[in-house]
């Protein structure tokens, strides 16, 4: 479980199938246990960030109230619903937590967590190094994700300017705050993955495809073919 926001507070004073009809599981993974690569450009999907923008441009809010992005920060960032997916436009802090590898340790991070909240499909726990995971906040009177039919290895479109990074849901972070995700994440938006001075304070944008799931949640590629159909599911459904 994620506690950055709080620990800086501190220090600072179908695969193919309409979204209404997903599965709980995705199709059979074509890349499990290990998929994930920083090779980003390999996996870039060929649905606009500009048309998945232009979609949620308006909130239908579900959550009671509103999220801070860090612990000092104002209450104003709600989750939305629409055409089976919630979504928010927050900032990205960087997740560094789970395996420790050259980037993500606690030489490189002094809040690193060797665990997450969700597991890979052999028990371990995820790389934020090279998987590209979104974090959510844990459950609370603001929102609850499992209402929304949120789980771990739900597909999530990361947007940022130009760019959409395919997700998944990886980690849980505090009750009240909202906007972080994987240093690989970070890296494949173009933002500066540093989890001591990386991140970006807007601008970012989290599409949760609800009920969704790939069937190995360290499988990138399975995220990508899965989160493409969703996302122009998403985009032709009124």
Known sequence: MCIRHAALAAAAGS???AAAA???EALADPNPLGAASNDFASYEGTVSASDLLAKVNGCSQISNGGYRTDEEAPENIPVCAMNGAVFWQAD???DCDGQPTDRCNDATDPW???ETSFQQSDGAHLSAETLPYIVVPSPSGI???GSSRIMDGTVAAVIYGDRVQYAVVGDTGPTGIIGEASYATAEAL????DPMSGGVESGVTYILFENSRVSAIESQSGAVTLGEALARDFLQNN
């Open 92 to 94: 990205l802090d960087i």
């Open 112 to 114: 690193f967590q060797a």
């Open 15 to 17: 695969a193919l199938l």
């Open 22 to 24: 997903l599965p709980s």
């Open 143 to 145: 929102w609850d994700y």
């Open 190 to 193: 173009g933002i500066n993955p």
